[in-house]
């Protein structure tokens, strides 16, 4: 977004309040701990990229 920008190419910080979309909802324990993937299971055993484990939380 041009208008964000200043003369050095850098992004303006967001006004406050801004809404950034999306759901709140915590994905962490979907992200491999091995490789830092997103899983699409919602409780995975194994990782689906790498094979890595996911500890029993």
Not at 28 to 48: D, F, Q, T
Not at 50 to 57: L, N, Q, R
């Amino acid at each position: 977004m041009a208008d964000r920008e200043n003369p050095t190419g850098q992004r303006a910080p967001r006004p406050l309040g801004e809404d950034e979309g999306g759901s709140s909802v915590c994905w962490a324990h979907r992200v491999c701990p091995e490789c830092g993937r997103l899983n699409a299971a919602e409780h995975p055993v194994v990782c689906e990229a790498c094979g890595a484990p996911f500890e029993d939380g």
